[in-house]
């Protein structure tokens, strides 16, 4: 089995940042993209940021020049940093990965991270 854990996720101050971390565990999978969702209250789960294998990234308009996607396949992390953080942006963030294992790909959702901004 796979897990993924979010992490960094808190309470901020309009203009302020913060850096979301997600850790996937298990053994014998290899992950190809990795992403990162965001859900607010009452409104569907949209996807923020992308990343691939290669580090190939994609950003929803909203975020593009204020959030940054990376990771660390040695580590089976990705990363989100978010500066100039909006009150729109408060959400739970998700970690989500597109992951090979026993020959199938299968897509893994973390559990989630609030994030909350303040105006």
């Known amino acids: 089995q796979v897990q993924l854990v979010e992490s960094g996720g808190g309470l901020v101050q309009a203009g302020g940042s913060l850096r979301l971390s997600c850790a996937a565990s298990g053994t014998g999978f290899t992950i190809n993209t990795m992403a990162w969702y965001r859900q607010a209250p009452g409104k569907q789960r949209d996807l923020v940021a992308t990343?691939?294998?290669?580090?190939?990234?994609n950003y929803a308009d909203s975020v593009k020049g204020r959030f940054t996607i990376s990771r660390d396949n040695a580590k089976n992390m990705v990363y989100l940093q978010m500066n100039g953080l909006k009150p729109e942006d408060t959400a739970v963030y998700y970690c989500?990965?597109?992951?090979?294992?026993?020959?199938?790909?299968?897509?893994?959702w973390g559990k989630g991270t609030l994030v909350t901004v303040s105006s």
């Open positions: 989500n990965a597109n992951i090979r294992r026993l020959s199938s790909n299968w897509q893994y």
């Open positions: 990343i691939t294998s290669g580090g190939s990234t």
